[in-house]
C-alpha cells in the first residue's frame, strides 16, 4: 500500500477546519439557509443514480448506501451459499479494472457491479490482498472521470467495499480530496449523495486521525445546517440525510464531544421540522445519541469527588443491574423545549404523509424521547414485564444472526454503527459479521439466545 500516497494524493493533504473557515463560501454560513428549504424534496438516495433500474426493480446492493428501514435493516438475512467459482470471476474483474485500457464506460460499470457484488456476498480479503493500492487508484479515476454517475458511484461503492474488507491507513489520505471534490462539484445529486457515505466509510475504517474524525463531522455538519446549500444542492433531501447519518456513524468513535455538542444539538433540531422523515428521523436519532453521549456510569470511584446530586439519574424502572448515571455535559442547553418537540413528532397525525411515513415518525420519535428523558433507555425500550423472567423487556430491538441467535441493540451508538455497516455491506452484512473481523470489531458484542425475546 505504500505507493498509494504517491499515486492517489494529487490534491495533498484534506483542508483542516480551521483553513476551511478562512475561505469564501456562499453556501457556507447558517444565514444563507432560507426558511423554505425545510420544504426538502423527497430522499431519493443513491437509489436515484439509476432510475430506468428502480422503476424496473431492478434496484441492487451493488449501487445502494441505504437502508430502506428499520425492519429491513432487523431482518436481513445472509446470502445463500455458493461455491467457489466467484473467485475466478472476481479476479478476472479485477485484472481488467486494473489494466483499464480500451476499456468502455459500460465495461467498467460492468466489471465494477460484479466486483462489488462479490465483495458484499463474501469475504473477500485473501483475493484483493496485494492489490489493495492498484484498486483504489483505478476506482479513484472513475470517481475523478464521473464519465457516468452509474459508473461514478460503482467505483465509491467499490472504494468502501475495499476498506471494509481489507483496511489501510493509507485510503483516508489517498480518497478524501476526491471524494470532497465530488461533493462539492458533482452536478449529479446521486452522485454527492454517494460520496459523502464513501467519505464516512473511509474516514471510520480508512486510517483517519482523531482531528481528521472531528474535521469531517464539522465539515458534514455544514451541510446539514445549509440544508445543502454548502455543497450546491439546495433543497434536496439525500445529502442532508447522508451528512447527518455518517455524522452520527463518525460520532461514536469519539469518546468525548463537550466541545461540539451544543452546536450539532441546534443543527439537529432546526432539522427536525424539515418536511422530509427521512431527514427528520436521521436527525432525531444523533439528538438520542448525543444525550447518551453525554452521560457516563457512576462509579465507586466518583465517591471521592464532589458530583451534583442534580446530574445523577438512574433508571426509573429500577432494573436490577443497571448503573446510574451521571451527566458529564449539557448535550442541549433547551431541553424542556426539545421535549415538546419530539412529543409532537411522537404523535404525528397529517394527510401529508403517508400511514407508513407517520407509523415510522411516531415510533423512531417515541424512542428518541424517551432516551431524552432516560439516558439509559436505548432503542425500542419497552417497560412490560416479561412474565418468564419476571423483569422488563428493556430494549427490544435486536438483529438475527443465522440460527445461533440474535444481537441485541440496547444502545444509539451500537444502532448508529449497525446501520453504517449495512448501508454498506447491504445483504452481505451478515456474511461479512461473521467472517470478517473488522465488521465484528466495530460491533462486537455477544449475541442473546435464540429463546429470548427479538423484534426481528
Not at 450546491?232 to 433531501?237: I, K
Not at 411516531?362 to 423483569?391: C, M, W
Not at 456474511?431 to 473481523?437: M, V
Not at 458484542?445 to 423484534?455: E, I, K, N
Request: net charge negative; with cysteine.
Amino acid at each position: 500500500m505504500h505507493d498509494l500516497r504517491r499515486q492517489a494524493l494529487e490534491s495533498g493533504k484534506t483542508v483542516s477546519r480551521k483553513a476551511r473557515s478562512k475561505q469564501t463560501s456562499p453556501a457556507s454560513s447558517r444565514p444563507n439557509s432560507a426558511p423554505s428549504s425545510r420544504a426538502a424534496s423527497r430522499s431519493r438516495g443513491v437509489s436515484g443514480a439509476n432510475s430506468d433500474e428502480e422503476e424496473n426493480g431492478n434496484l441492487s446492493d451493488e449501487t445502494s448506501f441505504s437502508t430502506n428501514s428499520i425492519d429491513e435493516l432487523l431482518n436481513g438475512d445472509a446470502p445463500d451459499p455458493v461455491t467457489d467459482a466467484w473467485r475466478a470471476d472476481l479476479a478476472d474483474r479485477i485484472q481488467e479494472l486494473i489494466d483499464r485500457k480500451r476499456s468502455s464506460v459500460q465495461g467498467r460499470e460492468k466489471c465494477l457491479a460484479t466486483y462489488v457484488r462479490e465483495l458484499t456476498a463474501q469475504y473477500a480479503e485473501e483475493d484483493i490482498r496485494g492489490k489493495e493500492a492498484e484498486l483504489v487508484v483505478t476506482f479513484l479515476k472513475s470517481v475523478k472521470a464521473e464519465s457516468s454517475e452509474r459508473e461514478t458511484i460503482l467505483a465509491m461503492k467499490a472504494l468502501a467495499m475495499t476498506v471494509v474488507t481489507s483496511p489501510s491507513d493509507l485510503i483516508y489520505e489517498a480518497v478524501c480530496g476526491p471524494l470532497k471534490r465530488v461533493i462539492s462539484d458533482s452536478a449529479s445529486i446521486p452522485s454527492k449523495t454517494a460520496a459523502i457515505h464513501c467519505l464516512g466509510t473511509c474516514t471510520f475504517f480508512g486510517g483517519a486521525s482523531d482531528d481528521e474524525i472531528l474535521d469531517n463531522m464539522a465539515y458534514l455538519l455544514e451541510i446539514v445546517a445549509s440544508d445543502g446549500a454548502f455543497i450546491e444542492a439546495q433543497d434536496e433531501a439525500g445529502p442532508v440525510v447522508a451528512a447527518l447519518e455518517e455524522w452520527g456513524s463518525l460520532s461514536t468513535l469519539i469518546d468525548d464531544l463537550a466541545n461540539e455538542s451544543e452546536e450539532a444539538a441546534e443543527y439537529f433540531v432546526e432539522q427536525l421540522s424539515s418536511s422530509d422523515p427521512a431527514v427528520q428521523i436521521a436527525a432525531g436519532e444523533n439528538i438520542a445519541l448525543l444525550y447518551e453521549k453525554s452521560y457516563r456510569s457512576l462509579t465507586e470511584d466518583d465517591g471521592a469527588t464532589e458530583i451534583n446530586e442534580d446530574d445523577v439519574i438512574s433508571d426509573p424502572d429500577d432494573i436490577p443491574g443497571v448503573p446510574k448515571l451521571v451527566k458529564n455535559y449539557d448535550a442541549y442547553r433547551r431541553t424542556d423545549v426539545l421535549k415538546d418537540t419530539l412529543s409532537d413528532l411522537a404523535s404525528t397525525s397529517t394527510r401529508r404523509l403517508s400511514k407508513k411515513e407517520q407509523k415510522s415518525l411516531r415510533t423512531n420519535f417515541a424512542d428518541i424521547l424517551d432516551s431524552v428523558e432516560y439516558p439509559t433507555h436505548g432503542p425500542r425500550y419497552q417497560n412490560a414485564i416479561n412474565h418468564e423472567t419476571g423483569k422488563r423487556y428493556g430494549s427490544r430491538m435486536a438483529v438475527r444472526i443465522h440460527k445461533e441467535g440474535v444481537m441485541k441493540i440496547d444502545k444509539w451508538w451500537k444502532l448508529h454503527r449497525l446501520q453504517a455497516l449495512r448501508r454498506v455491506l447491504q445483504s452481505g452484512f451478515v456474511t461479512h459479521y461473521e467472517r470478517n473481523p473488522v465488521v465484528f470489531e466495530s460491533l462486537p458484542y455477544g449475541f442473546l439466545t435464540q429463546f429470548q425475546h427479538c423484534v426481528c
